[in-house]
Every structure is written in C-alpha cells, then in structure tokens.
C-alpha cells in the first residue's frame, strides 16, 4: 500500500497527470467549441486549409511534412493547434537568442589555422571540403589529433574516466543527457567532491527531461555543499509547451581543457554493464588529448552560458604525438544548419570502398535513404548495425519499415543478436570516422543538441572499423525474406508508425 501511496504522490506521476489534465481539457474545450458554434468549427477548418498550403510550401524536409499533413487530415482539429504550438517556438525564443548570441562571442576563442586546412587538402583532398564546412560553418576548427583513444565499451571508458579524473587540477566539467543513481555515478561522484576539497571547480550540467526524473527532487542543488556547481539544461515543466522537444543529448567530460571524452556513454549502470537492461549493452566513445580538447571546453562553456572563457584556457600543451587531424563539432537545434546530418551525408556520398554505421535509433529522412541506396547502387559496401534487443518498442518497430527500403537498395543491415547497441558511429575507407552522440534519426538530426568528432586518418579510423568489424561476429543478417515473413500485425505497425516517424 506504501508503494502505491509514494508512486501516486511521486513528482513524475504528479507531472504526467498535470499534461494529461491539460491535453484532456484542451480536446474537450475544442470539441466543445466546434459543435456548439458554427463559426469557430469554420475557422479552425480554415486555418487548417491555410496551414497545410503552408507547410507544402515550406523548405522543411519532406519527410517532416508528411507526418503533419496526415495528421491534419486524421484529426484536423487538433492537429492544426498543435503545429501552430510547435512551429511559433514561443518556449525556445529566448534560448535560441541567448545561444546565438553566445555564439557569436566566443567564435574568436576558436580561431582557424589555414595551414592545418592545407595540410588536409594535400593528404585528403575528398574531405577539405568536410572540414572547410565544419570551419565555416559550425565554427569548430581542425587539429592534428596528437592522442587520441577509442573505447569499444563503457566500462573500458568508464575507468579512463576515473584515471583522468584523478589527475585535475583547475576544472572538471561533465555534460551529459543521463545521470542515474548507481554504482557508475557514485564512483565519479566520489573523486569528484575528492577533487572539488582540493580546489578544483567541479561543474555539471544535466538534461532537465533525461536526468530529471532519475535523480530526487533538489538532489543536484545538495552538492553545492562539496563545491560542486550543478545546472539543469531546459528543465521539464509540467506544461504544453515545443520547448519540451530541445534536448541536450550531448555526452562530455571535460578535464582542464586539456582532455575530453565523448561518445553515446552517459553515467547510469547499464552502460557499463553493471546493470541489465536489453541484453548486453553494446555502447562506444572516444578521449582526445591537446588542443582538440578545448574545442569541447568550449562547447560546454556556451551552454552554461559563461562569459570569461579566458580565464580556462589551458596554459600548457606539451603533447607531442601526430596520428591524422581531428575535428570536433557540435549541432544545436537553434538554427537550420544541420551539422550533424551533413557530416554523415558527406561522408556517405564522398565513400570508394565502404560505409560501416553503428545506431540505435534507425530513422533516417529522405536525403540519406537515397545517399545510401545510391552509395550501394554505386558497388560500396553500406553496411548499418542496429540493436536486436530494442529498448523502445516503437523505435525499433519504425526502423523495420526502413529495412525494407534500404535493403531494396543493396543496403545491408545487420542486428547486434547479444543485445542493445547505443554506439553512434560511422567510419569510411579507412580513411575517416565519427564518434559521438548523434543518432540516424530526426530529433538527433534536427531537435537535440548533439557533439562528435571527425577524424581524418590514424589509428581512431582504424579502431572504429575493427570494431564494427569486431561486432559483426555477434549480429543476424537481416533479409528482405525477414521483412516479407513479419506477422502482419508488425508490418501494420512498422508502415503507421513510419508515418509519424519525424515526430517520434
């Protein structure tokens, strides 16, 4: 009886039923108004008339069109309202400002060497134009990668980590989506308040929908005792609002700016395996040592919204090391360059020989189903490793519509039979890799705020292609026999759902 008293009194049960009550009274006033009087049921079909002229006309993926167009005609009252809601972007106004702005302050603390671009175009001339991009546009410049680590697992990254940790002297910050209770968390948490009583400041900033409901209420704000700084990105509110939808699904551990990690490891013990959850859990990431490094301080910088970058810049680089060029970037949501799904489509179309992808989630839009389907009519290898233990029914039930597709394109996919994948990477030809937190699918693409690295050349390519290779071994081939012999009830599921695909 305790359990069901603290489960309906809980703050996230609380959350739940508030946006319930609000969406229930917002279907009943609508439902109310539209048959009571004429004239509002009138407009409402108008402005839906308008919308949908609109959207048909907007430079939006056609992918994203779709979904809204059918569920105008679905549910035409509602869905109307709620593309108004989403597209006018009232909750996200003013962080979009704050962050240009930022932005635009901190560009010079990244400055572009023209010669490193240079070096680049003589050894891979395929893939200046890539690294031009990020430069211009994304504002990350290029590095020669002088260390550099890949992790095939969690736990290998999890005790670097610690190790790296340990040796802070000026600042650590960690960044990430997740930050659960559990084994992981407290071992960090430990050398974290260890190092924050010698002087080190420690900051964190965690997402306010992925951390939020794991962790108890004030929870964060009681470190403050052991000096440690805790900010929350876009906490969830109880409310009906698009802001809900910006994520910060980034992964970083920054120490003295001097060493970064990344990859699809967040801190909760499923992804070191301490924990089961969906089998065994396959993840990826990756460390950089040098000057790379402070492109990630950076970037954690402008989000916790910091105006005196300055005073955290490393004093002394002595790393001597050269194994190819790195470049790291980031992707927000605040504007319609979308970094991230460029970085892959490039890579895709740029590939001789092959085109490894590891992801969770497969949910790719028009323009990469048809950059791989053509990269394979072309005779490279495209190869997409995706979970077999899914931990979203849905996701996973989405992806299988997209298996049908790609393999009608020579596309090969296989699932990873062990478990859950929650790698996110892509490597070509020997020759270049990213690792990171971006995954085949919109809301990476084109709601979350996502990082990642580029590497040209060296052993970081080498040792994504291993892995992937490595991987293989423990996966199932997926045909379009498989596709064919699905119950029926699931291939029904997989096309609906592949509908509202970019709304997922």
Not at 102 to 125: D, I, N, S, V, W
Not at 151 to 179: D, H, Q, T, V
Not at 325 to 335: G, R
Request: aromatic share 14%.
């Amino acid at each position: 009886m305790r359990k069901i008293i603290r489960l309906l009194f809980n703050r996230n049960t609380l959350f739940v039923i508030l946006l319930l009550i609000q969406i229930i009274v917002l279907v009943v006033t609508i439902l109310f108004l539209s048959q009571h009087y004429l004239l509002v049921y009138s407009l409402l079909v108008a402005m839906n008339f308008v919308l949908m002229l609109c959207i048909l006309n907007s430079p939006e993926n056609p992918s994203y069109k779709l979904p809204w167009l059918a569920a105008m005609l679905i549910v035409p009252l509602f869905a109307g309202l709620t593309y108004l809601l989403v597209k006018t972007d009232v909750g996200q106004r003013n962080l979009k400002k704050q962050y240009s702005q930022r932005l635009q302050e901190t560009r010079p603390f990244l400055p572009h060497h023209a010669g490193m671009q240079t070096a680049l175009q003589q050894k891979f001339p395929e893939y200046a134009g890539l690294a031009q991009y990020l430069t211009a546009f994304a504002g990350y410049p290029l590095y020669r990668n002088r260390i550099a680590d890949y992790f095939p697992e969690g736990e290998g990254m999890f005790e670097s980590m610690k190790n790296e940790i340990r040796k802070a002297r000026k600042y650590i910050f960690l960044e990430f989506f997740i930050i659960a209770h559990g084994h992981m968390w407290e071992e960090i948490l430990k050398l974290l308040k260890e190092r924050a009583s010698h002087g080190v400041t420690v900051r964190i900033l965690y997402d306010g929908f992925g951390t939020q409901f794991l962790m108890p209420s004030g929870y964060f704000e009681s470190l403050a005792e052991f000096g440690i700084e805790c900010r929350v990105f876009n906490r969830f509110k109880p409310f009906l609002s698009s802001s809900q939808n910006t994520r910060d699904h980034r992964k970083l551990l920054i120490i003295d700016g001097l060493t970064a990690f990344t990859g699809g490891i967040n801190i909760a013990d499923e992804y070191i395996n301490q924990k089961l959850r969906f089998g065994y859990w396959k993840d990826g990431g990756m460390m950089c040592r040098g000057e790379s490094a402070w492109s990630f301080t950076v970037m954690f910088l402008q989000l916790w919204d910091e105006i005196n970058l300055e005073q955290f810049r490393p004093e002394h680089l002595d790393f001597t090391e050269n194994d190819g060029w790195i470049q790291p970037f980031c992707d927000s949501p605040t504007d319609r360059e979308y970094v991230g799904r460029n970085v892959y489509l490039d890579i895709i179309s740029q590939a001789k020989k092959y085109v490894y992808i590891m992801t969770p989630y497969l949910m790719p839009d028009n323009e990469l189903i048809t950059a791989l389907g053509l990269a394979s009519r072309k005779g490279i290898d495209v190869r997409i490793m995706t979970p077999h233990i899914p931990d979203k029914w849905y996701a996973y039930s989405t992806a299988w519509s997209y298996y049908r597709e790609l393999l009608g394109e020579c596309v090969r996919i296989f699932e990873y039979t062990p478990g859950f994948i929650h790698a996110k990477n892509i490597c070509a030809d020997d020759n270049i890799s990213v690792v990171g937190t971006i995954n085949l699918d919109y809301r990476s693409f084109y709601l979350h705020f996502e990082c990642a690295s580029v590497f040209y050349g060296g052993h970081m390519v080498q040792k994504v292609r291993d892995d992937f290779q490595q991987s293989l071994k423990h996966c199932t081939e997926i045909t379009l026999k498989d596709c064919q012999e699905r119950p029926l009830g699931k291939r029904i599921s997989s096309f609906i759902l592949r509908i509202f695909a970019p709304l997922l």
